[in-house]
């Protein structure tokens, strides 16, 4: 009997009326364990893999199986705009079975929640944001919401792990589960997991290894892939000349006007995905495609789209791309998840992506179609040299990080999910939030909640017992009589408020201020220690303090100094990223999917690695500093770093290396060596050295000594730092 034949008769017809020939691998192996509704599963597959139609099949046949009251399926999806596209595919299946589908978010009007809140049903699909204000406001009726409920699914479900969303939907599926008294079989999709059992881990925490995991390889369909490299000039010269045989007045770079023209002539006609890291810089490539439009007189086909734009501004560029009409998106991440866009060509990126697991994503939005190959472009501009040019800028790291990437992929890797965390933050927002469901608890049963069988079983129960000391003492909570603890007025203030609900916030910018002039901002993730030099507004500046809750950094005037770097990468680069870097410098192979001037490039960055003999050595000389290549991710980077300043160097991040400055090499590697064989810096003593360790939403309700420890297991990694010092220092100099 075939996987379908299970179904129910209702759900057949449907698939038929699809003109569907069949199911496809994925959607067949989900049938069986869904339809048990015991089963905890990981649907893994490409973007335009079928995996909601694999998990929603079955789901629909065993509502229809077995009807009944009350809200039965539970979606949970990271952005609003995934809950429109996905209500809209399931409203048709929902509406030919008589099962309620509804999307509740901030846009969704009051009257339909209201309907479902007095009539609860079917299958609602919402994000973790709302879902935190429903129980939070509505403790009581939680019962009857979801009496009958039967399957929770989480969209997307990567975006979560690792990040303060994801924690916060663990606690979430686990307090609703506390309340039904029952376990609740829980359903992630994703198209992008590296370490399957940390994924599993995840959705359900403590028990990973009995989530069962189906993630068909398939055949692996055709893949074509470029990388085109471009240099920047010193001069402007190149710019001006080139738009001017362009006719464009652009202040763009030659390097800029470049790609932009390739984009213009490869993709125009068709519809494509065109990935850029930041939102300035989506408005910048858009511009330029436009005036590349002007200039020859068609029809402009290219369209930016980015979290900072209007709902119907995304909207109108979304529904371009579904219509028949050619249709070019300049975008950020806001279009690597799964919203259907319809039929893409090809993606481009331009520099060099955040992660391979970006790439895997962003690469299934295109060769959707049987037959069709998915197409990627890559345009990444590197410097040209100079005589005075650093190693760490020389030997064109964007472009070997490129690479590395590109390989890693096609070797069918990608990052694992982010070592867990503390998050103590939402650790804050969940106690103060069922303090509000419940009206009231005792601190055993919040410890039994969140700590002894939740998601925050990292924390001990001595931390757990300083954290509401803590919020005592900050008069977020009260104690009565009989020893509950209660929402304090102002504690009631911060839940009542609508920004309580969302565990993240946006992270805000330092002010830059010496004699009590402000110079600009930095972000706030760059770690800060008191007499680090940094370079901003083309002058050398030294930090002297840091007013965490003013967001203010203290400068004063001093030589020597690095550019701080001012776009994010996510979580960092990870250290098998870095690993593969330096084997592509060491190597000789060329990879065959990169352009003429890519493979000049890659020559280059090659000859300058050997001209600084960092083949032999990744410690060495240059202008009067030491300079540290460890190849190692940014985590490790980060803590040697503040090691290096708590130790007394002077010290700076800069790109890929550590520079020390007034420190000669042979000097350098002895210290290495001997802080190699001392015991491992304990990391409290490290992260009581950075004054700027607020970095998520409630961290300024946090003691010094909790700031510590949360700080130090989020931003460090000692032992793996240790067992670098150890490498550093058997490293012979040139």
Same mark, same amino acid.
């Given at each position: 009997m075939a996987?379908?034949?299970?179904?129910h008769?209702e759900?057949q017809r449907?698939?038929?009326?699809q003109?569907?020939?069949g199911?496809?691998?994925i959607?067949?192996l989900?049938?069986?364990?869904?339809?048990g509704?015991q089963?905890?599963?990981?649907i893994?597959?490409a973007?335009?893999?079928?995996k909601t139609e694999a998990?929603?099949l079955p789901?629909f046949s065993?509502?229809?199986?077995?009807?009944g009251?009350?809200?039965?399926?539970?979606?949970?999806s990271p952005?609003?705009?995934l809950i429109?596209?996905?209500?809209?595919r399931?409203l048709d299946m929902g509406?030919?079975m008589?099962?309620? %589908?509804?999307?509740?978010h901030g846009?969704?009007?009051?009257h339909r929640? /209201?309907?479902?809140?007095?009539?609860?049903?079917g299958?609602?699909i919402i994000?973790?944001e709302?879902?935190?204000?429903l129980?939070?406001r509505?403790?009581?009726a939680?019962?009857?919401?979801f009496q009958?409920l039967?399957?929770?699914?989480?969209?997307?479900m990567h975006?979560?792990?690792?990040s303060?969303?994801?924690?916060?939907?663990q606690?979430?599926?686990?307090?609703?589960e506390?309340?039904?008294?029952?376990?609740?079989p829980?359903?992630?999709?994703?198209?992008?997991?590296?370490?399957?059992?940390l994924?599993?881990e995840?959705l359900r925490?403590?028990?990973?290894?009995?989530?069962?995991?189906i993630?068909?390889?398939?055949?692996g369909?055709q893949l074509r892939?470029?990388?085109?490299g471009? =240099?920047?000039?010193?001069?402007?010269?190149a710019?001006?000349?080139?738009?001017a045989?362009?006719?464009l007045?652009?202040?763009?770079s030659a390097?800029?006007?470049?790609?932009?023209?390739h984009l213009?002539?490869a993709?125009?006609?068709s519809?494509?995905l065109i990935? %850029?890291?930041?939102?300035?810089?989506?408005?910048q490539?858009a511009?330029l495609l436009?005036?590349?439009?002007?200039q020859?007189?068609v029809?402009?086909e290219?369209?930016? /789209?980015?979290g900072?734009l209007?709902?119907?501004?995304?909207e109108?560029?979304e529904?371009l791309?579904r219509?028949d009409?050619?249709?070019?998106?300049?975008?950020t991440?806001?279009l690597?998840?799964?919203?259907?866009v319809g039929d893409v060509?090809?993606?481009a990126?331009v520099?060099?992506?955040l992660?391979?697991?970006?790439i895997?994503?962003?690469?299934g939005?295109?060769?959707?179609r049987?037959?069709?190959?998915a197409i990627?472009r890559f345009?990444?501009?590197v410097?040209?040299?100079a005589?005075?040019?650093?190693?760490?800028?020389?030997?064109?790291?964007?472009?070997?990080?490129?690479i590395?990437?590109?390989?890693l992929?096609?070797e069918?890797w990608c990052?694992?999910?982010v070592?867990?965390?503390l998050?103590?933050?939402t650790l804050?927002? =969940?106690?103060?939030?069922?303090l509000s469901?419940?009206?009231?608890?005792k601190?055993q049963?919040?410890w039994?909640?969140?700590g002894?069988?939740?998601?925050?079983q990292?924390?001990s129960a001595?931390?757990f017992q300083?954290?509401?000391r803590?919020?005592g =003492?900050?008069?977020m909570?009260?104690q009565?009589?009989?020893?509950?603890?209660?929402?304090?007025?102002k504690?009631?203030?911060?839940?009542n408020?609508y920004?309580?609900y969302?565990?993240?916030?946006?992270p805000?910018d330092?002010?830059l201020v010496?004699?009590g002039?402000?110079?600009g901002t930095l972000p706030?993730?760059?770690?800060?220690v008191?007499q680090?030099?940094?370079?901003f507004?083309g002058q050398?500046w030294?930090v002297?303090?840091?007013?965490?809750?003013?967001?203010?950094i203290e400068?004063s005037s001093a030589?020597?100094g690095? &550019?701080p770097?001012f776009?994010?990468?996510g979580?960092g680069i990870h250290?098998?990223?870095?690993q593969?870097?330096?084997h592509?410098y060491c190597s000789?192979?060329?990879?065959?999917y990169?352009?003429?001037?890519?493979?000049?490039l890659?020559?280059?960055?090659r000859?300058?690695?050997?001209a600084?003999?960092l083949?032999?050595t990744s410690?060495?000389?240059?202008?009067?500093?030491s300079l540290i290549f460890?190849?190692?991710?940014?985590?490790?980077?980060?803590?040697?770093l503040?090691?290096?300043?708590?130790?007394?160097?002077k010290a700076?991040?800069?790109g890929?290396?550590?520079?020390?400055?007034?420190?000669?090499?042979?000097t350098l &590697?002895a210290?290495?060596?001997?802080w190699a064989?001392?015991?491992m810096?304990?990391?409290?003593d490290?992260a009581?050295?950075?004054k700027?360790?607020?970095l998520?939403k409630?961290d300024?309700l946090?003691?010094?000594d909790?700031l510590?420890h949360?700080?130090?297991?989020?931003e460090?990694?000692?032992?793996?730092?240790w067992?670098t010092?150890?490498d550093l220092?058997s490293q012979?100099l040139?």
């Open positions: 996987a379908a034949d299970h179904l008769p759900v449907w698939i038929y009326h003109g569907w020939t199911l496809r691998p959607q067949e989900a049938i069986a364990p869904i339809l509704g089963q905890d599963l990981i893994a597959a973007t335009a893999g079928g998990a929603f789901i065993h509502l229809l199986n077995h009807p009251a009350s809200i039965r399926v539970l979606g949970l952005l609003k705009a429109n596209d996905q209500h809209r399931l509406e030919s008589g099962i309620s %589908v509804t999307a509740w846009d969704v009007a009051s929640k /209201h309907r479902l809140l007095q009539d609860p049903q299958i609602v994000t973790p709302s879902l935190e204000a129980i939070a509505r403790g009581p939680l019962g009857r919401l009958r039967n399957y929770i699914v989480i969209d997307e975006v979560f792990i690792g303060e969303r994801g924690r916060q939907l606690s979430l599926m686990h307090r609703l506390y309340c039904l008294d029952r376990s609740i829980r359903i992630g999709l994703s198209a992008t997991l590296g370490d399957m059992d994924a599993a995840f925490p403590g028990h990973g290894r009995q989530v069962q995991v993630n068909p390889a398939g055949p369909g892939l470029q990388l085109r471009y =240099q920047r000039s010193l001069s402007d010269q710019a001006v000349e080139l738009a045989s362009q006719a007045h652009s202040e763009a390097d800029d006007l470049a790609m932009a023209q213009f002539q993709l125009r006609g519809n494509n990935f %850029v890291n930041g939102r300035a810089r989506v408005e490539m511009d436009r005036l590349f439009s002007e020859a007189r029809p402009n290219f369209y930016p /789209h980015h900072s209007a709902k119907h501004l995304r109108e560029v529904d791309l219509s009409l050619p249709a070019n998106v300049v975008c991440t806001t690597e998840m799964g919203i259907d060509q090809s993606i990126q520099g060099s992506p992660s391979v697991a970006s895997r994503q962003r690469l939005r295109s060769g959707r049987a037959g069709e190959p990627a345009y990444v501009s410097p040209e040299l005589a005075d040019m650093p190693p760490q800028e020389a030997i064109h790291p964007e472009l070997v990080q490129t590395a990437m590109i390989n992929l096609l069918r990052e694992p999910p070592p867990e965390k998050q103590l933050s804050i927002q =969940q106690l103060l939030s069922l469901q419940y009206e009231g608890l601190a049963d919040l039994e909640i969140l002894e069988t939740g998601p925050f990292q924390v001595e931390l300083d954290l509401l803590c919020l =003492q900050r008069e909570i009260q009565s009589g009989d020893r509950t603890l209660l929402l304090s007025p504690g009631e203030r911060i839940v408020h920004s309580f969302s565990a993240f916030q946006t805000e330092y002010e010496h004699l002039r402000t110079l706030q993730r760059i770690p800060l008191p680090m030099r940094i370079v507004a050398s030294q002297e303090a840091v007013d965490e809750a003013r967001k203010i400068v030589p020597g690095r &550019v770097r776009s994010g990468g979580g250290s098998h990223v870095r593969a870097m330096y592509l000789q192979d060329q990879p065959p990169l352009d003429p001037m890519a493979q000049r890659l020559a280059e960055a000859e300058q690695f050997r600084f003999h083949h032999r410690v060495l000389g240059f202008a009067s500093q460890c190849w190692q991710g940014d985590r490790v980077l980060n803590t040697l503040v090691l290096l300043l708590a130790k007394g160097l700076a991040k800069e890929i290396a550590i520079a020390v400055r007034q420190c000669d090499p042979p &590697v210290q290495l060596g001997q064989d001392e015991p810096s304990a990391p409290l490290l009581r050295s950075v700027n360790k607020r998520d409630y300024y946090l003691s010094e909790l510590c949360n700080y130090a297991l989020s460090f990694d000692v032992p793996l730092t067992q010092l150890r220092s012979d040139p």
